[in-house]
């Protein structure tokens, strides 16, 4: 278990096409174990293997929005390997995103509301499954990295410059 650096925008390697996971096996079992380690302690809800560096298609992801009596979020640890959309529904929502590499930055992203996705859990099951709301945002977020897609493509060029100076600017002051 440990907690691994988070690659964050600018880093070309954000960019990457991540490979499908060929055998589910100890190795990608133990990097799951790590990105779920480093999701929780940073927080967030969703994180792909390439946000820490790692090309491979596999998400993990914990929205954490159910309470215990105490109001400490319950765990619910989802990882999909190799996760496909199909069927994205016309219908679109709107969420405002955020993601642990654009840190402290949101914006509003239309995605479709409800896809279907296909994809192996960490025993190498296959499962298929439709999801909507946030879930259906997050997975779509999450799938995206896959592909070298980080949320704010999907704004407006100059919304993302932006996003890009404000992020230049809090690492000039932290510095
Ligand atoms: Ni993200």
Redesign the pocket.
């Known amino acids: 278990m440990a907690i691994l650096p988070i690659l964050e925008v600018p880093d070309p390697r954000l960019k990457t096409v991540s490979t499908p996971v060929e055998t589910v096996d100890d190795d990608v079992r133990k990097l799951i174990d790590d990105m779920f380690d480093t999701m929780y302690a940073a927080p967030g809800i ?1 994180l792909a293997a390439i ?1 820490v560096g790692v090309p491979k298609r596999i998400v993990v992801m914990d929205l954490q929005e159910e309470e215990d009596e105490e109001g400490k979020p319950i765990r619910d640890p989802r990882v999909f390997i190799n996760p496909e959309i199909l069927d994205p529904a016309e219908e679109m929502s709107t969420y405002t995103e955020g ?3 654009v840190p402290d930055q949101f914006a509003d992203v239309d995605r479709p509301a409800r896809c279907r996705v296909k994809w192996l859990d960490a025993q190498g099951e296959a499962h298929d499954e439709i999801f909507e709301g946030l879930f259906a945002t997050c997975i779509q ?2 799938m995206d ?1 896959l592909e070298g897609i ?2 704010i493509d999907h704004l407006s060029r100059l919304k993302r410059q932006m996003i890009l100076k404000k992020l230049e600017k809090a690492r000039k002051a932290a510095a």
Do not use: P, R, T
Request: hydrophobic content about 30%; overall charge negative.
């Open positions: 969703g946000q993601c642990l590499s977020h999450e990295h980080v949320f």
